[in-house]
């Protein structure tokens, strides 16, 4: 009997692209910025998401889409700092999410008071890479926890990100971790990367993450 997976892949992962461009349609037209966050689990992405919204939540308008393989857990964190509703998704297995999760989170999302849009993607460094969720671009989170050869290891994600965040640099006292090493790495893998470093925990380097989102996201109109 003839096997048939490679043409049944092909096919969802066209159909996911079409949904993608659906996404990406639909918020272009209400100018929001989306940004898909990704990284290793345990890299930092809801720390940072609470700072971000406790700082720029209300001033630029942030809603959140969260994935997760089984629980809501981080939904729940980042629901304490906004007034917004976060939209879980609870892929039940799933190692990353798709497009039509995406498309039907933001049916539920008051796109007229939305400025900006983060999808905090499930832990993972190599599924992700491979789906378009209509995003602007994708943000890579890269923790000081983890290994400098982690660029090197999955490098489709980070060939595919625009920016790598290098987060919890609070314990580089305290670990074994060559930063000029991870970052060329990264580098090599990327030469287009910008790389910004921070510390949601002591807020080192913050004011820099929150001027990138600041400038990526659309003016408040002034019309009317």
């Not at 209300?58 to 917004?84: F, K, W």
């Not at 798709?98 to 007229?112: H, Y």
């Not at 090599?188 to 400038?215: K, M």
Request: aromatic letters at 4%; proline letters at 4%.
């Amino acid at each position: 009997m003839a096997v048939r997976t490679i043409e049944v892949r092909e096919r969802v992962m066209a159909r996911n692209n079409e949904i993608a461009a659906e996404v990406r349609s639909r918020l272009a037209e209400y100018g929001v910025t989306a940004i898909n966050l990704v990284s290793s689990p345990g890299s930092g992405k809801t720390t940072l998401l609470e700072r971000t919204l406790a700082v720029l939540g209300e001033e630029m308008g942030i809603a959140i889409i969260t994935g997760d393989v089984q629980t809501q857990n981080d939904a729940d964190r980042l629901a304490a700092y906004t007034p917004r509703v976060v939209n879980a998704v609870v892929t039940n297995g799933a190692c990353h999410l798709d497009a039509l999760q995406v498309l039907t989170a933001v049916d539920e999302i008051d796109l007229n008071r939305t400025r900006l849009l983060f999808i905090e993607n499930v832990g993972n460094l190599v599924c992700p890479a491979s789906w378009d969720l209509g995003e602007k671009e994708m943000i890579v989170l890269f923790a000081v926890t983890e290994g400098e050869d982690k660029p090197l290891k999955y490098p489709k994600m980070f060939q595919n990100a625009r920016r790598v965040v290098m987060t919890k640099i609070d314990l580089l006292p305290h670990v074994p971790f060559d930063m000029d090493r991870a970052v060329a790495n990264a580098l090599s893998v990327n030469p287009a990367l910008e790389v910004i470093h921070v510390s949601a925990l002591t807020g080192q380097g913050l004011d820099r993450w929150f001027d990138f989102l600041r400038a990526a996201a659309r003016p408040v109109s002034t019309s009317g």
